[in-house]
């Protein structure tokens, strides 16, 4: 099964750098992402020692592969499309996502019923298809870092194909808590640990999330004689009893990625961004006088805009001085469109923001500036013109956009940020802190922030600027590997 001349360096994502559409003449339209994946891969070496495997994801994408049109260093898996929609769709957007973010309306939900264990079956038959291209590609001994809750399974499955092979997992999601984590049926979530467990090497975003992990080890695999302390060994880890007997130590690392700052720093001066900035300038209106909070999301049930819209509400009603002064650019990106549940939340964005303009705006000021259509160039000159950034997810694994806004800022830029994003281990000091779910704490931080004194709030976002750029993508990305050689 070993390929002569395999990749020695893999990696394994359900959305890959690239996506195709079929342009109206049949030619392809192949796009490349950036991200921090792939500028940590090219860090590597040269293209015939890695490989990224993905999913497609698209009829443009299952074409390409069909076609044979697949770029060097990409090798897409034409999985079923309804296979791939229970898998994605069904189970790690709509179960494990909502698991480790604490998403759910638990009177009513989760409920797993058949139909939960169907789709379960197809998140295998998905994971099983990434395992099965790991194992034909990869070299002898090489290395392979599988990609977030989309793929928990892989790392067992791979390792019964391919023992010689080094393999880490990523979690860029937080982890749920316990408790939270056992609504999953038993044999799911022992299932989905052991799945992960086969790894050599679990990496996540903070120590909160890695420590949830092991929690959910101790509680779940009771019967395979687990430890999740090993004496004399400062590396945290879990240590178990596989069903045939051998013991096996799977380690634990943090490795919280950072902002990529010469990128950014780059990207953001260009016309393109210096165009958005003047067309912003112009919707917010006011002779530059007022002042911006900046929110940019996805727009993911966890981002929590819609109580970020309530407090902004608040501020307005209660501070009647700020009105005319101060603009809400709130900019929520379609995500998932596929599930209601995130059709339903971004229409109840946009019908608040809708509310609030009709409740306070007047002829020369709309109070929220709200846009959904995704735009890059845009955001970062947002980034650029913001005086204060709006981060209070319900949970988020890190959040980038609390460690990009710092860097990109022309002025320096207060983050209120809330405590359940990843990034407030490393940003909480100079941060304005929320919880998330307080809406009259978050409208009280809105209030300081567009207070803050000028000085301290260069300082602050100096400070920031540092700590979010302290590992950025590439870096980020040859520490796990590195990690996993040795
Ligand atoms: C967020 C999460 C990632 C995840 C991604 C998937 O960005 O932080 O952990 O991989 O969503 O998004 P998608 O659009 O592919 O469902």
């Given at each position: 099964?070993?390929?002569e001349?395999?990749?020695?360096?893999?990696?394994?994502s359900?959305?890959?750098?690239?996506?195709y559409?079929v342009?109206?003449d049949?030619?392809?339209?192949a796009?490349?992402?950036?991200?921090?994946?792939?500028?940590?891969?090219s860090a590597?070496?040269s293209d015939?020692?890695?490989?990224?495997?993905?999913s497609?994801?698209?009829?443009g994408?299952?074409?390409?592969?069909?076609?044979?049109?697949?770029?060097?260093?990409?090798?897409?898996?034409d999985i079923?499309?309804?296979?791939?929609?229970?898998?994605?769709n069904?189970?790690?957007n709509?179960?494990l996502?909502?698991?480790?973010?604490?998403?759910?309306?638990?009177?009513?939900?989760?409920?797993?019923?058949?139909?939960?264990r169907r789709?379960?079956?197809?998140?295998?038959?998905y994971n099983?298809a990434f395992?099965?291209?790991?194992?034909e590609?990869?070299?002898?001994?090489a290395?392979?870092?599988?990609?977030?809750?989309?793929?928990?399974?892989?790392?067992?499955?791979?390792?019964?194909?391919?023992?010689?092979?080094?393999?880490?997992?990523f979690?860029?999601?937080?982890?749920?808590?316990?408790?939270?984590?056992?609504?999953?049926?038993d044999?799911?979530?022992?299932?989905?640990?052991?799945?992960?467990?086969?790894?050599?090497?679990?990496?996540?975003?903070?120590?909160?999330w890695?420590e949830?992990?092991?929690g959910?080890?101790?509680?779940?695999?009771g019967?395979?004689e687990?430890?999740?302390?090993?004496?004399k060994?400062?590396?945290p880890?879990?240590?178990?009893?596989?069903?045939?007997?051998?013991?096996?130590?799977?380690?634990?690392?943090?490795?919280?990625?950072?902002?990529d700052?010469d990128f950014?720093?780059?990207?953001?001066?260009?016309?393109?961004v210096?165009e958005?900035?003047?067309?912003?300038?112009?919707?917010?209106?006011?002779?530059?006088?007022?002042?911006?909070?900046?929110?940019?999301?996805?727009?993911?049930?966890?981002?929590?805009?819609?109580?970020?819209?309530h407090?902004?509400?608040?501020?307005?009603?209660?501070?009647?001085?700020?009105r005319?002064?101060v603009?809400?650019?709130?900019?929520?990106?379609p995500?998932?469109?596929?599930?209601?549940?995130?059709?339903?939340?971004?229409?109840?964005v946009?019908?608040?923001a809708?509310?609030?303009?009709?409740?306070?705006?007047?002829?020369?000021?709309?109070?929220?500036?709200?846009h959904?259509k995704?735009?890059?160039?845009?955001?970062?000159?947002?980034?650029?013109?913001?005086?204060v950034a709006l981060?209070?997810p319900?949970?988020?694994g890190?959040?980038?956009?609390?460690?990009e806004?710092?860097?990109?800022?022309?002025?320096?830029?207060?983050l209120?940020?809330?405590?359940?994003?990843g990034a407030y281990?490393?940003?909480?000091?100079?941060?304005?802190v929320v919880?998330p779910?307080?809406?009259?704490?978050?409208?009280?931080a809105l209030?300081?922030?567009?207070?803050?004194?000028?000085?301290e709030r260069?300082?602050?976002?100096?400070?920031?600027a540092?700590?979010?750029?302290?590992?950025p993508?590439?870096?980020w990305?040859?520490?796990q590997?590195?990690?996993?050689?040795?």
């Amino acid at each position: 099964m070993v390929s002569e001349h395999g990749a020695q360096v893999l990696v394994a994502s359900n959305r890959g750098p690239v996506s195709y559409a079929v342009r109206e003449d049949g030619t392809l339209d192949a796009r490349r992402g950036g991200g921090g994946l792939v500028s940590g891969l090219s860090a590597i070496g040269s293209d015939e020692d890695s490989l990224w495997v993905c999913s497609a994801l698209s009829d443009g994408d299952r074409e390409a592969v069909r076609r044979g049109a697949g770029e060097p260093g990409v090798r897409m898996l034409d999985i079923d499309a309804d296979v791939h929609a229970d898998a994605y769709n069904g189970i790690a957007n709509s179960v494990l996502w909502f698991v480790h973010h604490l998403l759910y309306q638990t009177p009513l939900e989760p409920s797993f019923g058949p139909e939960f264990r169907r789709q379960w079956e197809a998140y295998r038959t998905y994971n099983r298809a990434f395992a099965t291209a790991l194992a034909e590609e990869a070299a002898q001994g090489a290395t392979v870092v599988v990609q977030d809750y989309h793929l928990a399974l892989v790392p067992g499955m791979l390792r019964a194909l391919r023992p010689d092979l080094r393999i880490g997992h990523f979690s860029h999601t937080p982890w749920a808590p316990v408790d939270y984590f056992r609504m999953l049926p038993d044999d799911i979530a022992e299932e989905l640990l052991l799945g992960m467990l086969g790894a050599d090497r679990l990496g996540f975003l903070t120590t909160r999330w890695l420590e949830a992990f092991q929690g959910c080890c101790g509680a779940v695999l009771g019967s395979y004689e687990v430890m999740t302390y090993w004496p004399k060994d400062a590396t945290p880890s879990v240590g178990f009893r596989t069903p045939d007997g051998r013991f096996h130590r799977t380690l634990l690392g943090v490795h919280g990625l950072g902002a990529d700052a010469d990128f950014l720093r780059e990207r953001s001066q260009r016309p393109d961004v210096a165009e958005r900035l003047a067309g912003l300038r112009e919707q917010i209106g006011g002779d530059g006088e007022r002042k911006v909070i900046v929110r940019v999301d996805r727009t993911e049930l966890s981002k929590n805009i819609v109580r970020g819209l309530h407090a902004y509400r608040l501020l307005l009603a209660e501070h009647p001085s700020w009105r005319e002064r101060v603009v809400h650019v709130a900019f929520a990106y379609p995500s998932r469109q596929d599930l209601a549940v995130y059709r339903d939340y971004t229409a109840e964005v946009s019908r608040l923001a809708a509310e609030i303009n009709e409740e306070y705006g007047t002829e020369g000021w709309t109070p929220v500036i709200l846009h959904v259509k995704d735009d890059f160039a845009r955001s970062l000159a947002a980034y650029r013109l913001a005086d204060v950034a709006l981060v209070n997810p319900i949970r988020d694994g890190m959040n980038l956009v609390a460690k990009e806004v710092p860097v990109v800022s022309d002025e320096g830029c207060v983050l209120v940020l809330s405590r359940e994003a990843g990034a407030y281990a490393e940003l909480g000091e100079d941060a304005l802190v929320v919880n998330p779910y307080d809406v009259v704490g978050t409208s009280e931080a809105l209030l300081a922030a567009l207070t803050m004194p000028a000085e301290e709030r260069a300082e602050r976002t100096k400070r920031l600027a540092a700590a979010a750029t302290a590992l950025p993508p590439g870096a980020w990305f040859l520490e796990q590997v590195e990690a996993l050689r040795n």
